[in-house]
């Protein structure tokens, strides 16, 4: 392997509560107060677009697509309020430690996410010294499972896909793997459920990264 493409949210950093917060609100301004967590639990490793209709099917209204979009993006409004409080205090065990050691080893590293504040979360957590190049919400226009996101990573890294190992926490961002012809590392806390090609509870608990990259 040339180049380890990670997932953003739920593998190098943390924000889940403040996605949750943000649906919560918007969600509670349209009269839908049966969102909850569970539901929020669906939304990972979605597209923003997807993750909105999560919350609309728990309402009676139907909305054009051109309000979907207004609703989509005053909840990104009230996400990127949240995020000014974000600091390397979000940062998942082992990021840090595995990102060193991959540059340690001549390995390049990428994020391949959905969310369009890719740039703005390693700014705020300080790890994008860390990383080559993002791949985001910015760059793609179809979500996972579509391999889209990876596959512009790889590319933006200048790397054959098949070159490339994908690190995710989300059953969807394992199957686009698989789709864009990627080895994959599953993570958290359903990472023996993900049907990745290996798999550990952490970033931090990896004890076989040679093996992997080999």
């Known amino acids: 392997m040339k180049g380890v493409i990670f997932d953003l949210d739920g593998v190098l950093v943390s924000t889940d509560e403040l996605h949750y917060q943000a649906w919560k609100k918007l969600a509670d301004e349209l009269g839908i107060t049966e969102f909850n967590r569970e539901d929020n639990m669906r939304q990972r490793g979605v597209s923003r677009m997807a993750s909105l209709e999560i919350v609309l099917e728990k309402g009676d209204?139907?909305?054009?697509?051109?309000?979907?979009?207004?609703?989509?993006?005053?909840?990104?409004?009230?996400?990127?309020?949240?995020?000014?409080?974000?600091?390397?205090?979000?940062?998942?065990?082992?990021?840090?430690?595995?990102?060193?050691?991959?540059?340690?080893?001549?390995?390049?590293?990428?994020?391949?996410?959905?969310?369009?504040?890719?740039p703005i979360i390693l700014e705020r957590t300080g790890l994008a010294p860390y990383i080559d190049k993002i791949s985001c919400g910015l760059d793609v226009t179809k979500s996972k499972p579509d391999p889209e996101v990876f596959l512009v990573a790889a590319k933006k890294l200048g790397l054959n896909p098949a070159d490339c190992l994908v690190v995710e926490d989300a059953a969807a961002g394992i199957e686009a793997a698989k789709r864009g012809g990627m080895k994959s590392l599953g993570v958290g806390p359903f990472h023996e459920e993900l049907g990745a090609d290996f798999h550990s509870e952490t970033l931090a608990t990896v004890e076989n990264w040679r093996e992997i990259l080999c």
């Open 61 to 118: 209204k139907t909305y054009t697509q051109e309000e979907k979009m207004e609703l989509a993006d005053r909840k990104n409004g009230y996400y990127v309020e949240m995020l000014q409080k974000l600091d390397s205090g979000a940062v998942l065990p082992g990021a840090v430690e595995t990102l060193k050691m991959l540059k340690e080893m001549g390995i390049m590293s990428a994020v391949g996410s959905a969310s369009k504040n890719a």
